[in-house]
């Protein structure tokens, strides 16, 4: 790695412990003394920031609003005295007797003749005192306690009492409820051969044919949207999986939808980055078949996608078209673009080298110290070439960005993992004992 | 029962159990805002008193000292907006501190007050996300959604507040060599 990477990314990092670094950057400042200094003044000029302490008007503020949060309720107090317990109605006068249910006439039972209940009309149910019979009840003398209850409607019509047939038709019910139930969660609950299990997959192959598509192709591929939401909305799919799904659909229509090469770059680094934290987070449960789904996954997407995108960004011409700079005559061997594998290199240190890679800041003016540093390199570098200053400072500005682009990439996060994944689409992951990220490879 | 004004129902023992909890964090971010202890006890005070009366908007279970700080820093940008005359910055001539114990710890004192007055020159969303990053120790997607930015963009702030204070105290190697 090289120092400016390096600090690079120790300016923009969220912690300064090193175990949360990339093994890259560590082994970096091992080896690098400057850089090593370079974190050791952030995290000193971080912490003399927490040290400094509060003003002494901190603590007499605090209690002065305290004092005044007491006297607000004070003032309050008044006017929102309750009683303790809520208002309960003692006298009956306001409110109409209640009748006792006890009292309410109700129809013997035994008044009914068998077989004459049916005979009752509706008129004469309502108006009970027209029937001088059922206004009088006889007694009956003659019914066993042990004899089914009939049960009254509303009006006191007798309904029949339950037959023994209705309880065995609502545990039928139940059952037929149970059995609809064990069926639908069967239905809902996901499975490799459900129907639309492969639209993930299939999404992720759409994105990655996206990422690298020209213009033409890449409407092309848009129109295959509309069948791939439908195939969503019709996919059974656990709720981590549509999730997916529903965001690698955006971002297909996003990359196909979209000119600037850089928002392109950040949404194929952003798909790359969930599909990595899916196998990551599948590795951390042990779970050895999603490890195989995801890191394949991972693989396919970095060999098809990520890869390619790299490659092509090193031959980027953005500069070119806006029409201002000659590639020959230009930077010395600057060959345009963003080499990731000179920028980067991590394993080969050779990093980003001013004589080989894309651009030397010091001769070409992208070093903020001034401007007549950077008049000075652009006179070097380019001689009396005339050239467009703003579109070199454009191409400049897009090349240092996919730099930081590649920084957040999970090749660039995560080397350890992104190494133990790497051409499982390929070649298929790693079987038998230790399998997956966490045990041999 | 309930405060004057407000409609909140949280008992006032627990809210001032909030306050004095919460309120040395909610000064200390308004005092690197401002810069200014009346400013910070003004806005300190709104603060709580607005946390108070939208206290049902807390959701439980959540960060009730990020819910507070991002409180803060709206008021702070409401009265910015409302009244151009809020006094950014004079800063007090020295550290002014009743914290001996804390005082005496700083390694330099000279060094404290340099520092401050080189955060009190960074815009305020850089210093505000500097604040919360290095006091409170907030993740950049708690600031993110604290100042209304994106995680990006509240990284991109970190590296400007950084590059910026290491470029002054000049402490790193102006010329970092190569491995």
């Known amino acids: ?441 | 029962m309930s405060f004057a004004g407000t409609e909140s129902p949280l008992p006032p023992d627990s809210f001032k159990a909030v306050v004095e909890a919460h309120w040395t964090a909610v000064y200390r971010l308004l005092y690197s805002m401002t810069g200014n202890p009346h400013d910070s006890e003004d806005l300190a005070q709104e603060t709580f008193l607005r946390a108070l009366r939208r206290w049902d908007s807390f959701k439980h279970g959540t960060n009730l000292r990020a819910w507070l700080l991002r409180i803060a820093s709206n008021a702070f940008f409401d009265v910015r907006r409302k009244r151009q005359t809020l006094k950014i910055g004079p800063l007090p001539d020295e550290i002014e501190s009743g914290n001996s114990a804390v005082e005496n710890a700083l390694e330099n004192k000279e060094q404290a007050e340099l520092i401050r007055v080189a955060v009190q020159d960074l815009t305020e969303l850089t210093r505000l996300v500097f604040h919360l990053r290095v006091t409170e120790d907030l993740s950049f997607k708690e600031i993110a959604k604290l100042a209304d930015i994106t995680e990006v963009a509240a990284r991109q702030h970190m590296h400007q507040a950084r590059a910026k204070l290491i470029k002054r105290f000049g402490d790193a190697p102006k010329d970092a060599g190569e491995e």
Request: charged residues 35%.
């Open chain 1, 1 to 441: 790695m090289k120092c400016e990477a390096a600090q690079n990314w120790l300016l923009q990092c969220e912690s300064l412990q090193p175990k949360t670094w990339p093994v890259g950057l560590v082994k970096h400042l091992r080896v690098c003394a400057s850089c090593y200094q370079f974190a050791k003044s952030i995290k000193r000029l971080e912490k003399a920031w927490r040290r400094i302490p509060v003003p002494a008007e901190c603590e007499t503020s605090k209690l002065n609003f305290l004092a005044r949060l007491s006297q607000l309720e004070q003032a309050k107090l008044p006017e929102i005295e309750q009683p303790e317990s809520l208002p309960v109605f003692e006298s009956s006068e306001e409110l109409p007797a209640l009748v006792p249910i006890d009292t309410v006439p109700e129809l013997d039972v035994a008044e009914v003749e068998p077989g004459t209940a049916e005979t009752h009309s509706l008129d004469e149910l309502e108006r009970p005192d027209s029937d001088p019979e059922i206004a009088q009840p006889r007694k009956v003398e003659s019914e066993p306690a042990e004899k089914a209850v009939p049960r009254r409607d509303r009006r006191g019509k007798e309904t029949p009492a339950r037959d023994s047939g209705w309880g065995g038709m609502r545990w039928l019910a139940v059952a037929a409820a149970v059995f609809m139930v064990i069926i639908g969660i069967g239905l809902l609950l996901p499975s490799r051969n459900s129907p639309g299990a492969d639209v993930v997959d299939r999404l992720i192959e759409w994105n990655a044919e996206l990422a690298n598509a020209p213009a033409k192709e890449r409407k092309r591929l848009l129109e295959e949207y509309e069948s791939f939401n439908t195939d969503l909305k019709r996919a059974v799919l656990s709720p981590e999986e549509r999730q997916l799904a529903e965001t690698l659909l955006a971002d297909g229509r996003k990359l196909a939808t979209s000119e600037d090469a850089l928002t392109q770059a950040e949404v194929v680094t952003s798909i790359a980055d969930k599909l990595m934290s899916r196998a990551a987070a599948a590795a951390d449960k042990g779970n050895e078949k999603e490890i195989e789904r995801h890191g394949t996954r991972y693989s396919r997407f970095n060999d098809r996608a990520l890869k390619p995108m790299w490659n092509r960004f090193a031959t980027f011409k953005a500069f070119e078209k806006k029409g201002g700079f000659i590639k020959d005559k230009g930077i010395g061997k600057d060959k345009g673009g963003f080499d990731k594998d000179k920028s980067f290199e991590k394993d080969k240190d050779k990093g980003l080298d001013k004589e080989k890679a894309g651009y030397d800041k010091d001769k070409a003016g992208s070093d903020k110290s001034g401007a007549k540093d950077e008049d000075k390199g652009v006179a070097m570098a380019f001689g009396k070439i005339e050239f467009d200053r703003a579109a070199y400072e454009y191409w400049l500005l897009q090349k240092m960005q996919f730099e930081q682009l590649y920084m957040r990439s999970p090749e660039f996060m995560r080397p350890d993992l992104h190494k133990q994944f790497d051409g499982w689409g390929r070649k298929g992951p790693p079987f038998g004992p230790g399998f997956g990220p966490k045990g041999r490879h």
